[in-house]
Structures are given as C-alpha cells and as structure tokens.
C-alpha cells in the first residue's frame, strides 16, 4: 500500500503561478511512475503529467505543455507539479497517483487539491 498527501492548490489570478506537491508514503520502492490528473467540475478526469520515478522522463499533457512542468525528488518520495501561465480552464481539482511496477494503470491515488483560477 501506498499513501498519498498533497499539498499547495489554491486561488490564483489568470497568469499566476502555483505549484503543487505530492507526498509518497508505504511502499514507496514499488512506484513506477507517478502522475498528476485533474478534473474540472462537470467533466472527466484527464491526464495532466507523468514521470517515470527511476529514469526522470517525463510526459506532459498538450493542453499544458510549455506551461506545467513535473518534477520529483525520490529522496522525499514527493512529486511536484509546477504551474505557470495559469489560465481560467486550468480550474479543477488536481490529483497525484502512482502506477507501481507490473501495473498497468494508477491504482494509489491522493485525496486531491483545488486549484482556482480567476480571470
């Protein structure tokens, strides 16, 4: 099992910044990748970023790339999600997920943090 808490969501103007974190717990050594998602009120979840926890890929939604940039620090067993350039459709409720190795979807997911964009 593992845990995850994320932290940093909250109310931003319209080209603002905002960064978020995610923090592993448990079984940390079975992550594969860990992933960012968000979901807009009356909408579907989507994918937002992805990074691979050995290699440091990473892969980044087209709607956000050049803005959002995904990082991790495998020494805290945290993620991060840098948002820059905020725009009112980035508006949602952000989550964290792992996929662990052999996986093949994101099975541990956090309890999400809201992210508003005013414009």
């Known amino acids: 099992q593992v845990q995850l808490v994320e932290s940093g969501g909250g109310l931003v103007q319209a080209g603002g910044s905002l960064g978020l974190s995610c923090a592993a717990s448990g079984r940390t050594s079975s992550i594969s990748f860990m992933g960012w998602f968000r979901q807009a009120p009356g909408k579907e979840r989507e994918f937002v970023a992805a990074?691979?926890?050995?290699?440091?890929?990473?892969s980044v939604a087209d709607s956000v790339k050049g803005r959002f940039t995904i990082s991790r620090d495998n020494t805290k067993n945290t993620v991060y999600l840098q948002m820059n350039s905020l725009k009112p459709e980035d508006t949602a409720v952000y989550y964290c997920?792992?996929?662990?190795?052999?996986?093949?979807?994101?099975?541990?997911w956090g309890q999400g943090t809201q992210v508003t964009v005013s414009s």
């Open positions: 997920a792992i996929r662990p190795r052999g996986a093949s979807g994101y099975d541990y």
């Open positions: 990074i691979n926890w050995s290699l440091g890929s990473r």
